[in-house]
């Protein structure tokens, strides 16, 4: 079992940056894949980033590559979603996940862990 909290939301302006973070709970942490998604209202919940429990893989939507980073520090139970260069299309709630296999999974049911998510707003 696996508990998610993220933080860092908030408003920036269009090419700003945000740092988001998700605390878990749970001594099996590091053997979890993390995944961000995010929702904008009337939308469907889209995949955003993904780290391997080694730290070794990576996979990012198309829509944030070479503008968000995601990275984790398995010693502080904690994933991190760095964005840069945002833009008003970011704008969205942003859910962290958990996944206990070892592959990347981009789709939302592969993950069966959720946080409460967390609201960024790029203004134009």
């Given at each position: ?123 134009s």
């Amino acid at each position: 079992q696996v508990q998610l909290v993220e933080s860092g939301g908030g408003l920036v302006q269009a090419g700003g940056s945000l740092r988001l973070s998700c605390a878990a709970s749970g001594r099996t942490f590091s053997s979890y894949t993390m995944g961000w998604f995010r929702q904008a209202p009337g939308k469907e919940r889209e995949f955003v980033a993904a780290i391997s429990w080694r730290d070794v893989n990576t996979y990012y939507a198309d829509s944030v590559k070479g503008r968000f980073t995601i990275s984790r520090d398995n010693a502080k139970n904690t994933v991190y979603l760095q964005m840069n260069s945002l833009k008003p299309e970011d704008t969205a709630v942003y859910y962290c996940a958990a996944d206990p296999r070892v592959t990347i999974a981009t789709t939302p049911r592969a993950y069966p862990y959720w946080g409460q998510g967390t609201q960024v707003t790029v203004s134009s």
